[in-house]
């Protein structure tokens, strides 16, 4: 028998009985539906993940204070403020690093007109907008020169701007921070949040030395925060690692049963781990989803086994007339293929429909590739011929004297 | 090559020392045998009308089934058409089935989701033709055994009579050389009975296609011109129209009777 009168008489089969039809399809379309939707949902946040990721600048270290001891009592990170800009520099002289970048950080109080706004305030230097990865939206950054003497210079995060100056543009406009007067020089492009959820784009920029001096005041002179160092390349993270570590325990003066008072971090690892747990997180959705369709998939080879049953005599008789096994194995095997098809069909744009919905009200990235389609798609053929195959398997086993003698 | 192997040319059907053992539950230890048949030996011409008779249990339905190639003997041999079918595999057999034999059943065994026309084309589709194809040649059929008008009824929406008419048609849609008639007429009333069996008269007569029919009615079985009595799965009685009325049919049914 030709394939496409095995299809056509595979449809007339199903039609016949639309409603169990109709049911034995909901498990695959509720089933494809699931794992498309999680899987889009899945993407969807790894893809936010390795965006925030790019946002942070490459093979980047973070050298933080701290970790002293005084007395047996040991302090946490950054309760002590040990590094200097001296540090910075001497690390920035070093084979394995590219460039370094100082920071310190505070809250301060913005004021513009009627407008005030209390927010971080970073005191940085030119590199540090390299290195982290911003971009300019308008205007431009300060220079050395104005790390030098002191300017009272400052460039916008987008969201500090538009909290201070609203529609205006910020650019060359008098801003006073702590009371104190700062020409606006430059506006950055927005970033989003950072991996730990902050707002970034939340945020004024200063020249370093002007932060310490004017500002934050100093713990001691020249005293930093953390500081960023981008190593030359991803393959060098580790070498600048211990380079910077040798390096700052012979400026810090620590003997050798002294512990390090500052820890130097791997960011990029950092977000490695979180671009792993992200897609760790998307599979395991996915699976979860894929159980309803196995469980959708038990309901059809339920359903057919009961169809071989009732069409017992159907199957003799057509057996009497000259239908071979494979016939009849090929035209069940094609209903249970035909219910996966069509639910899988349904289930997939049930599933974007559903992504679409998600993305509009709960505000979150989602993405629909054609190789989720394409997976969701080869799970359900796969399911349809595994749990087809038994039922007409069965169907053809029969035998015609007693497939036609049942009642 | 043994004398077993050479196959008849002029017989259509030749059944040698055939023998049919039924193992009756199997998965006990002692599995019970029931011989069904016994050394049956036959042999059938082309054009021949041949009306096999027995009691229930007198094993003519099992012969009818191994004539059907429906199932396979426990022994013995059967060539059809020159080719031994015996022991061939269930796709060759249903190639057989379809091809060589056209099958007509008490209960007419028509395929109830389909009309009269698509019944009637279904074994061509299993041969591999296309569905318009299939179809005109169905139509055809159909307007020979006078059922031109009902071609898109469902066999439910026919009487008894029309629905054996579209299960003939159907036997003879690949026109086969053999038709086997299972108690064709018993689910029919006296008048409608007699129309069907003028009709397997005339294909046997006009076409020539060899007609095997079981029956317990005589005045059914005399459309026949030879006569095969079974008992206890032994051939009894083989002969001309004489013997029919030399040897009274009695059913099982009636002289079980207290």
């Known amino acids: ?407 | 090559m043994s004398g077993k192997d050479r196959t008849p040319t002029q017989t259509l059907i030749r059944v040698e020392d055939l023998c049919k053992v039924y193992q009756l539950g199997s998965h006990t230890n002692q599995p019970i045998r029931h011989q069904v048949l016994f050394d049956i030996n036959l042999e059938i011409y082309p054009a021949e009308f041949i009306a096999i008779m027995g009691q229930s249990g007198s094993g003519k339905s099992t012969l009818m089934n191994i004539l059907g190639c429906l199932d396979t003997p426990t022994s013995g041999n059967y060539w059809l058409a020159g080719r031994n079918v015996a022991y061939l595999s269930n796709d060759e057999l249903a190639h057989v089935r379809n091809r060589n034999i056209g099958f007509v059943f008490q209960g007419f065994n028509l395929l109830r989701r389909m009309t009269a026309l698509d019944n009637v084309a279904a074994p061509l589709l299993y041969a591999g033709m296309n569905r318009n194809e299939s179809r005109k040649r169905a139509l055809t059929l159909l307007q020979q055994t006078g059922l031109g008008q009902f071609t898109l009824h469902y066999p439910n929406q026919l009487s008894g009579g029309q629905q054996q008419r579209v299960a003939i048609s159907r036997a003879l849609v690949n026109q086969p050389q053999l038709i086997l008639a299972d108690e064709p007429t018993g689910n029919l009333d006296t008048q409608t009975s007699h129309e069907i069996m003028a009709l397997f008269k005339q294909l046997n007569s006009d076409q020539g296609i060899t007609i095997i029919l079981v029956t317990h009615e005589d005045d059914i079985a005399s459309y026949a011109n030879r006569f095969i009595r079974l008992k206890d799965g032994r051939i009894i009685q083989d002969g001309g129209k004489g013997t029919l009325l030399s040897i009274p049919f009695q059913d099982k049914r009636i002289t079980s009777q207290p």
Not at chain 1, 20 to 25: D, E, F, N, P, V
Not at chain 1, 45 to 56: C, D, G, K, P, V
């Open chain 1, 1 to 407: 028998m030709k394939l496409l009168i095995i299809i056509s008489e595979a449809f007339r089969a199903l039609q016949l009985n639309r409603l169990r039809t109709g049911l034995t399809m909901l498990g695959m379309i509720i089933g494809v539906a699931a794992v498309v939707l999680m899987l889009s949902i899945g993407q969807g946040a790894q893809i936010n993940i390795s965006n925030t990721i790019a946002s942070m600048g490459s093979h980047l270290l973070i050298v933080v204070p701290g970790a002293t001891s005084s007395g047996g009592l040991r302090f946490g990170s950054g309760s002590v403020k040990t590094l200097t800009a001296g540090d910075a520099q001497a690390i920035a002289e070093l084979s394995s690093v590219e460039a370094t970048a100082p920071v310190v950080s505070g809250i301060a109080q913005f004021s513009y007109g009627a407008n005030n706004w209390s927010t971080t305030i970073t005191g940085v230097t030119p590199d540090y907008f390299s290195v982290s990865n911003w971009e300019v939206e308008s205007g431009s950054i300060f220079s050395e020169a104005d790390l030098r003497s002191n300017t009272r210079v400052a460039v916008l995060g987008k969201v500090a701007a538009e909290n201070l100056f609203g529609m205006e543009d910020p650019i060359g406009r008098i801003l006073r921070i702590a009371n104190r007067p700062f020409l606006v020089v430059s506006v950055l492009v927005a970033k989003g949040q950072s991996l730990s959820g902050r707002d970034q784009d939340d945020n004024v920029f200063i020249p370093l030395t002007t932060a310490q001096r004017q500002i934050l005041g100093n713990q001691f002179p020249g005293s930093i925060n953390y500081m960023l160092v981008q190593s030359t390349s991803a393959d060098m993270m580790e070498e600048a690692e211990a380079e910077i570590t040798r390096l700052l325990r012979q400026r810090h003066r620590l003997s050798d049963r002294m512990e390090n008072d500052f820890t130097v971090r791997n960011l990029t690892a950092l977000a490695v781990v979180a671009s792993t747990t992200a897609k760790i997180m998307a599979w395991v959705l996915g699976a979860i989803a894929s159980i309803s369709l196995l469980v959708g998939g038990i309901g059809i080879m339920n359903i057919m086994l009961v169809s071989v049953t009732e069409r017992t005599r159907e199957i003799g008789i057509r057996m009497a007339i000259g239908a071979s096994r494979r016939a009849i194995l090929t035209q069940f095997l094609l209903e249970a293929l035909m219910i996966c098809i069509l639910g899988g069909l349904t289930g997939v744009m049930l599933g974007i429909g559903g992504a679409w919905i998600v993305s509009q009200i709960a505000d979150m990235p989602v993405v629909i590739t054609l190789s989720m389609i394409g997976l969701a798609f080869t799970f359900v053929t796969m399911i349809g011929i595994f749990f087809g195959f038994y039922p007409a398997k069965r169907a053809a086993s029969l035998k015609p004297v007693e497939a036609l003698r049942y009642e």
